[in-house]
C-alpha cells in the first residue's frame, strides 16, 4: 500500500512543493521502507562533499533528506528506549545515528545495519529505499518508526512526516509519535 507523508511545516507558509510517499515491504530476510519524492521545484538541495561513510554526515538534515527513526520497545509505553535515526539525500550521502535521549545522549554506531538504494529517475523523482535486516529487531521487542522527509533551501525548508500533526516547530525526535511496525503491514 501506498501511503503519503504530510506537509507538518513550511519555513515561507507556502504549499507542499514536494509529494513523499512511501511503502513497507516484510521480506524474509529484511523490512524494507521504499520512498519517492517527487519535487516541484526543481532541483534537489545536496551538498557533495558528504562523505560515503554514513557515520560521518553529522547535519546531512540540513539538505534534502528522508528519514527513519527506529525504535525497538520492550512494551508498548517505553518511549524512552533507544532509537536509530537513518538518513538518506538524492545523492547517494547517508546518515546514522543511535539516540539513547533526544538531544542530550546519542552517538555515531561503529556500523550500521542498514542499506540503501538511491536513484534518480527523473530530475524531479527521487527514489531511495532503507532495507533493515531483521536481525536488527531483538527478540521480544515491538518495533516502532518515524518516518519524515526535510527538503528544500534554508527559508523554505519544509518538513514532513507520518502523522498530521501540524507545527511551527518541527521535532521529529518524539517518539510517542512514532508507528507501531504491525500498523505498516
Known sequence: MIRPLYLIHAQDNSAAQYSVHYQFYDHFDQIEILFTIKSFISPWHTNASFSDDARKNWGLWNYDVVEVFWQNRTSIPDLFAPYYEWQSSPNDKHFCLQISRPRVSYHTPLFCPITFDNKLSHQDCWITS???????????????????AILGREGKRQFFSHHKQITSQPDFHRPEFFLPISSLS
Open 130 to 148: 532503507f532495507k533493515i535486516p531483521k536481525d536488527v529487531l531483538p527478540p521480544k521487542t515491538l518495533p516502532y518508526i518515524g518516518l519524515f
